[in-house]
């Protein structure tokens, strides 16, 4: 029994080391940037969060602009206007971006393809 145990944590321990989670830095930085508004799964918050999965932005490298400028929209909703407000990253290195991108595309985009940090930059530089 005891050996089963070894065996098995070490069989965990060398796959871990073999897959290991390809965008852990774009996990990190979700986390500590976008996740107290976009949520854990990406889905957002009704309709004062927009969701990630399934938005125009996945697959465009032009999802910098919004991580860089923020985006502010003025929405009637029948009643109200509703300010809803992306505040900006300016801050986030063309790599910490690319990270971003890439962990939002690799979890929630179905048809994912990376983005390397060339694209990534030159993107940035072409956002208004
Ligand atoms: C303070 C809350 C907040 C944080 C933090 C935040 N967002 Fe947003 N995000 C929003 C809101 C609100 C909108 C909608 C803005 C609008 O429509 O004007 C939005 C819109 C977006 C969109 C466009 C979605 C669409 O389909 O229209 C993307 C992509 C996005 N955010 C990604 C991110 C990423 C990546 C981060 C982390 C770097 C992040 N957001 C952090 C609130 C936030």
Redesign the pocket.
Known sequence: MRYFFVIFIFSTVVSCKLNPYPYVQGRN??VA??Q???MEDGK?LNK?????PG???MGNAD?VC??KNG???TLWNGNDFMV????S?SG?SPTEVAN??NF?NYEWNPDFKEFSIKEIQESLNQCK
């Open positions: 930085l979700y940037h976008c107290n508004c976009h957002g004062l969060i927009p969701s990630l938005s125009q932005w999802m919004i991580i985006m502010m929209d809803k407000e992306m505040p990253f986030l971003i991108v939002v």
